[in-house]
T-cell receptor
């Protein structure tokens, strides 16, 4: 089971780019790096997933170096509505178990 | 309409009472999960089910039981509620495609207070 480490909190201002880094030193071959977002009083919501290099979608980009021991979630030009907790997980997509292990996440606060 | 719904959204109960939290999904997924969230602790898995006849304990199943009544319904019961079961409870669903575990979709949560 790969454990992840990410900052407990981050602050930013509207319009800035935010990068949240996650460490997963024990990542396994079948593991994918996955990020979820959670707003207050809501369930977590999938943002992005990647295996290596770079993945981009309409919400964020995910950068994964060649050794895959860390990853960076990049949120371009954040707004107040991006204030949320962001969870980094490593997911064994080849496993029949399908369990997700959520840590404490990173509380991102965006200020006007 | 929401794909994963939970009822009730909020519940206050007393120590020793039996309560049931219900989850329904319209995504057609086989896999369903119950998580618990406490402040500062992230989410922890209580029980999960991969189909109607399959029930598995998660990391914190003591004091809880579940029932998978149908593919679309997965209920969590607290047989005798205690104050440290006060938490936010989430139901989630997922599917497997091509042998690969897919994204989990979460419900809106049930906030439970045990007095």
């Amino acid at each position: 089971l790969a454990k992840t480490t990410q900052p407990i909190s981050m602050d930013s201002y509207e319009g800035q780019e935010v990068n949240i880094t996650c460490s997963h030193n024990n990542i396994a071959t079948n593991d994918y790096i996955t990020w979820y977002q959670q707003f207050p009083s809501q369930g977590p919501r999938f943002i992005i997933q990647g295996y290596k290099t770079k993945v981009t979608n309409e919400v964020a980009s995910l950068f994964i170096p060649a050794d895959r021991k860390s990853s960076t979630l990049s949120l371009p030009r954040v707004s107040l509505s991006d204030t949320a907790v962001y969870y980094c997980l490593v997911v064994d997509r080849g496993s029949t178990l399908g369990r997700l292990y959520f840590g404490r996440g990173t509380q991102l606060t965006v200020w006007p | 309409d929401a794909d994963v719904t939970q009822t009730p959204r909020n519940r206050i109960t007393k120590t020793g009472k039996r309560i049931m939290l219900e989850c329904s999904q319209t995504k057609g997924h086989d896999r369903m999960y119950w998580y618990r969230q406490d402040p500062g602790l992230g989410l922890r898995l209580i029980y999960y089910s991969f189909d109607v006849k399959d029930i598995n304990k998660g990391e914190i199943s003591d004091g809880y039981s579940v029932s998978r009544q149908a593919q679309a319904k997965f209920s969590l019961s607290l047989e005798s509620a205690i104050p440290n079961q006060t938490a936010l409870y989430f139901c989630a669903t997922s599917d497997v495609a091509g042998g690969r575990q897919e994204t989990q979709y979460f419900g809106p949560g049930t906030r439970l207070l045990v007095l």
